[in-house]
């Protein structure tokens, strides 16, 4: 097997026996890193660390990994003013977090008739919110339920970071 010691030195190809004797000697585990390679590839490492470096990095990365997760917001298509505006808010303070919103119009009954109203409504809401996000979906009726999915512009979301920082 040929044999790569611990500052990446090729030791040149020996016997299983002289390289787990090298291996003991050095106080390092004898680890194969390459089985298929003619002839195999092994290294002189401390595995238990290795191993607790790899499991770091990955809760690392974990940690660094933005998760977008998408909130949701509804509303019926006979909503008042102020309520509209309450809702508004939240859809607002959603995206300035850098979180995807989708805004969801119920029908109920007969309600189903005007899907003009609900799709006023899905209008107004993207045009109120544009300076803070985008329409990634544009509104699709889906059963009972018209909705869209607004994501957040860049600009607000750089905006937002600052202001956190």
Same mark, same amino acid.
């Given at each position: 097997m040929r044999l790569i010691d611990d500052q990446n030195n090729q030791l040149g190809v020996l016997s299983i026996e002289a390289a787990q004797r090298i291996a003991s000697e050095k106080g390092f585990d004898l680890v194969e890193v390459a089985p298929q390679a003619n002839p195999p590839v092994c290294r002189l490492m401390d595995y238990g660390r290795y191993k607790f470096e790899t499991i770091k990095r990955e809760k690392d990365q974990r940690r660094k990994q933005n998760v977008i997760k998408l909130k949701e917001m509804k509303l019926r298509p006979k909503v008042a003013d102020h309520d509209f505006q309450t809702k508004f808010r939240g859809v607002r303070q959603f995206l300035e977090q850098g979180e995807k919103v989708k805004?969801?119009? +119920?029908?109920?009954?007969?309600? +189903?008739v005007h899907q003009e109203i609900g799709r006023r409504l899905l209008d107004r809401v993207a045009d109120a919110a544009k300076e803070v996000a985008v329409v990634e979906r544009p509104p699709i009726m889906e059963g009972r339920n018209l909705f869209m999915i607004l994501s957040p512009s860049n600009k607000s979301v750089k905006e937002a970071a600052s202001a956190d920082a």
């Open positions: 805004v969801t119009i +119920m029908f109920r009954g007969r309600e +189903m």
